[in-house]
């Protein structure tokens, strides 16, 4: 059983526009948060992170929600750019319980010019 | 060096043959972390070190699957007796503590054929 899901296995959107990747878990323990990018034949990189005392964290062009009664995450882009076309990893883990980072199956994104 | 790397980038090797793949992480950082990608997937943890031990290996698939951590630093996961649905990425991050952000090396790309 997934932990962390991120149902959009896609996401296409236009240069300039907004993307929004969405992250959906299950275990009501999760308190901390982080999105990873990763380009083709490279490691993941990390985006940005959140903890449960948040609800939003923002840096630069990229803005994570936090919506603990959910249990759902979203990442916003904006404005979109076309370096931005890569695969997107949502992961998250209990603070008091081990490293066990739970990654999600990722969302490809491509920004179309 | 600057970021965590991996060797070798690509393997392929023969069913029923060890294999052993090298992670070279950040200096300094105390945490070590196993994880593969198979096609099509996410990220799947297999281990964590903190320091030379490891307080999780809830993620190692099989007992053919092992791990060890040296000096604080080089980390080596041994697969013996490889199957063909052990062909995936093995990618290797590290981070200051366990606590922080983990840095991804490139990958080992397993191939068995």
């Known amino acids: 059983d997934q932990q962390v899901k991120q149902n959009s296995p896609s996401l296409s959107v236009q240069e300039g526009r907004i993307s929004i990747l969405n992250c959906d878990y299950t275990?009501?323990?999760?308190?901390?948060f982080l999105w990873y990018k990763k380009y083709p034949a490279e490691g993941p990189t990390f985006l940005i992170s959140?903890?449960?005392?948040?609800d939003k964290n923002e840096d630069g062009r990229f803005t994570v929600f936090l919506n603990k009664s959910a249990k759902h995450l979203s990442l916003h882009i904006v404005p979109s750019q076309p370096g931005d076309s890569a695969v997107y990893f949502c992961?998250?883990?209990?603070?008091?319980?081990?490293?066990?980072?739970?990654f999600g199956p990722g969302t490809r994104l491509s920004v179309l010019p | 060096g600057a970021g965590v790397s991996q060797s070798p980038s690509n393997k392929v090797t023969e069913k029923g043959k060890d294999v052993e793949l090298r992670c070279d992480p950040i200096?300094?950082?105390?945490?070590l972390y196993w994880y593969r990608q198979s096609l099509g997937q996410g990220l799947e943890f297999l281990i964590y070190f903190q320091g030379n031990s490891a307080p999780d290996k809830s993620g190692l698939p099989s007992d053919r699957f092992s791990a060890e951590r040296t000096g604080g630093s080089v980390s080596t996961l041994t697969i013996q007796r490889t199957q063909q649905e052990d062909s995936a990425v093995y990618l290797c991050?590290?981070?200051?503590?366990?606590?922080?952000?983990?840095?991804f090396g490139p990958g080992t790309r397993l191939l068995v054929l």
């Open positions: 959140i903890s449960s005392i948040k």
């Open positions: 200096s300094g950082h105390t945490a």
């Open positions: 992961a998250a883990s209990e603070e008091n319980y081990g490293q066990n980072f739970v």
């Open positions: 275990n009501s323990m999760f308190d901390y």
């Open positions: 991050a590290s981070s200051r503590t366990g606590k922080n952000t983990q840095y």
